[in-house]
């Protein structure tokens, strides 16, 4: 079969559980006999508006190409200029066309919308070729891509003139374009605690009856538009597939949890009788993730405990000794961070679509803690259905009940232990390609 993937990147230009898992599954697929390619959105072209195609050389991709001048990509920075996201006049579609042309695949697999012109999903639909989207966010029905608003806190009317007050002050297009140049990218996935707090703070928002909703409102018609294009949806958790039900009616598709290629089984057996309580955090430390809610919970324990967080990049201000930020672990080091944790906790306040690091604490053996609104909750239920708490307050009195009784945490990992161990990316690849 010839699968032609649509994602933000590859490393190092992009990184980030979205990167890992597409690179991983197009490797899975190309080591079972597929015909993989992938396209991406890269940076802009100076003295020229319109949009270019660059074929790189890669060396198991069997066409890598990039879109450059294309549609602006947000991230997580959100939209301040919405008419710049489905203003197409500039981009060429007899390029577009002739890619298609030279891949010639059977699937069109996205990962994101993302810079992705809607022509070309209208092509691809011209040529029977089958789009599949897998769930990685909700980006195309919040613009902010979570569903938080400016306060951190879950989205109660997502609508045009929401949007509006939400995106108002966030990064200009100028600057979105900026930061997606490939040597900008590069250097800041260089820097280790390097950037500060603010980078990863929620944009401020405008007094809605001084915002225009109405280019919000074209701007999520039209991927509304897109959504309206795609054959099967891939969702990697049942938390994501009743969020965008939720939005856009019944959606053909499957729930398929997602892994990675560094996700295998290295459970170790251990004991859990250090005098200290030792919590691991892994991920960005912005509102949404639920770390200050963590940090909050934890400085109300009366036992002795530490906090180690990984996995980003930011200066903290932190006023507390017993909480430590580790930044980004290196490839490799994985048995040394979650072999010192004691419990890894995911204390996320969107409903996040999965949350890899959870596979990842489990496939070392190590205990993880995770909130009712992450989608790899189900995987947690497998092994402690107690693990899986509600709210602020759900978190106080598990973290209590685990500092008062450490037996817990030794049962949960004999679960862990004992029960067999299916995640692997040979076998999500097998599940996948039935869906296609």
């Given at each position: 079969?010839?699968?032609?993937?649509?994602?933000l990147?590859?490393?190092?230009?992009r990184?980030?559980?979205?990167?890992?898992?597409?690179?991983?599954l197009?490797?899975?697929?190309?080591?079972?006999?597929h015909?993989?390619?992938?396209?991406?959105?890269?940076?802009?072209?100076?003295?020229?508006?319109l949009?270019?195609?660059?074929?790189?050389?890669?060396?198991?991709?069997?066409?890598?190409?990039?879109l450059?001048?294309?549609?602006?990509?947000?991230?997580?920075?959100?939209v301040?200029?919405?008419?710049?996201?489905?203003?197409?006049?500039h981009?060429d579609?007899?390029?577009?066309?002739?890619?298609?042309?030279?891949?010639?695949?059977?699937?069109?697999?996205?990962?994101?919308?993302?810079?992705?012109?809607?022509?070309?999903?209208?092509?691809?639909?011209?040529?029977?070729?089958?789009?599949?989207?897998?769930?990685?966010?909700?980006?195309?029905?919040?613009?902010?891509?979570?569903?938080?608003?400016?306060?951190?806190?879950?989205?109660?009317?997502?609508?045009a003139?929401?949007?509006?007050?939400?995106n108002?002050?966030?990064?200009s297009?100028?600057?979105?374009?900026?930061?997606?140049?490939?040597?900008?990218?590069?250097?800041?996935?260089?820097?280790?605690?390097?950037?500060?707090?603010?980078?990863?703070?929620?944009?401020?928002?405008?007094?809605?009856?001084?915002?225009?909703?109405?280019?919000?409102?074209?701007?999520?018609?039209?991927?509304?538009?897109?959504?309206?294009?795609?054959?099967?949806?891939?969702f990697?958790?049942?938390?994501?597939?009743?969020?965008?039900?939720?939005?856009?009616?019944?959606?053909?598709?499957?729930?398929?949890?997602i892994?990675?290629?560094?996700?295998?089984?290295?459970?170790?057996?251990?004991?859990?009788?250090?005098?200290?309580?030792?919590?691991?955090?892994?991920?960005?430390?912005?509102?949404y993730?639920?770390?200050?809610?963590?940090?909050?919970?934890?400085?109300?324990?009366?036992?002795?405990?530490?906090?180690?967080?990984?996995?980003?990049?930011?200066?903290?201000?932190?006023?507390?000794?017993?909480?430590?930020?580790?930044?980004?672990?290196?490839?490799?080091s994985?048995?040394e961070?979650?072999?010192?944790?004691?419990?890894?906790?995911v204390?996320?306040?969107?409903?996040?679509?999965?949350?890899?690091?959870?596979?990842?604490?489990?496939?070392h053996?190590t205990?993880?803690?995770?909130?009712?609104?992450?989608?790899?909750?189900?995987?947690?239920?497998?092994?402690?259905p107690?693990?899986?708490?509600?709210?602020?307050?759900?978190?106080?009195?598990?973290?209590?009940?685990?500092?008062?009784?450490?037996?817990?945490?030794?049962?949960?990992?004999?679960?862990?232990?004992?029960?067999?161990?299916?995640?692997?990316?040979?076998r999500?690849?097998?599940?996948?390609m039935?869906?296609?």
């Amino acid at each position: 079969m010839k699968i032609l993937h649509y994602s933000l990147g590859l490393s190092p230009y992009r990184r980030g559980g979205l990167t890992r898992y597409a690179t991983d599954l197009m490797h899975a697929q190309q080591e079972a006999g597929h015909e993989v390619s992938m396209l991406y959105p890269a940076g802009v072209v100076p003295l020229t508006r319109l949009m270019k195609t660059r074929h790189h050389h890669h060396p198991w991709l069997k066409h890598l190409i990039s879109l450059q001048n294309t549609l602006p990509v947000p991230l997580l920075h959100g939209v301040s200029d919405p008419q710049s996201l489905c203003d197409e006049q500039h981009i060429d579609e007899s390029a577009l066309e002739r890619i298609l042309q030279r891949v010639q695949p059977d699937v069109l697999h996205l990962h994101t919308l993302m810079g992705l012109p809607s022509a070309f999903l209208t092509m691809a639909r011209q040529r029977h070729i089958r789009i599949v989207y897998t769930t990685h966010d909700y980006y195309g029905l919040c613009l902010r891509t979570n569903f938080t608003d400016y306060h951190g806190k879950a989205c109660q009317r997502p609508d045009a003139a929401c949007c509006a007050s939400c995106n108002a002050k966030a990064m200009s297009t100028f600057r979105l374009r900026v930061c997606n140049q490939p040597i900008v990218m590069r250097m800041k996935n260089w820097l280790h605690l390097g950037m500060p707090e603010w980078f990863e703070q929620p944009t401020a928002h405008a007094d809605e009856s001084q915002c225009d909703a109405t280019h919000y409102e074209s701007l999520l018609a039209h991927y509304h538009t897109m959504w309206q294009q795609i054959d099967r949806f891939h969702f990697n958790s049942a938390v994501a597939r009743r969020v965008f039900e939720r939005h856009l009616g019944a959606l053909p598709g499957r729930v398929i949890p997602i892994t990675h290629l560094g996700i295998t089984d290295r459970r170790q057996a251990r004991v859990f009788d250090s005098a200290i309580l030792r919590v691991g955090f892994v991920g960005s430390v912005a509102p949404y993730k639920g770390f200050r809610v963590l940090c909050n919970a934890m400085k109300s324990m009366e036992v002795p405990w530490r906090l180690d967080v990984w996995g980003n990049r930011i200066k903290m201000k932190i006023d507390d000794g017993r909480i430590h930020n580790r930044g980004i672990f290196a490839d490799g080091s994985e048995n040394e961070v979650y072999g010192g944790m004691d419990v890894l906790v995911v204390p996320s306040l969107w409903e996040e679509t999965f949350a890899l690091v959870v596979l990842e604490a489990l496939s070392h053996g190590t205990p993880v803690l995770v909130s009712d609104t992450v989608g790899a909750q189900e995987v947690v239920r497998r092994y402690a259905p107690e693990f899986v708490y509600h709210g602020e307050e759900g978190l106080r009195q598990m973290l209590a009940a685990i500092a008062a009784d450490r037996s817990m945490l030794q049962r949960y990992h004999r679960a862990i232990m004992t029960m067999p161990w299916h995640e692997s990316m040979s076998r999500h690849c097998e599940e996948l390609m039935m869906l296609y």
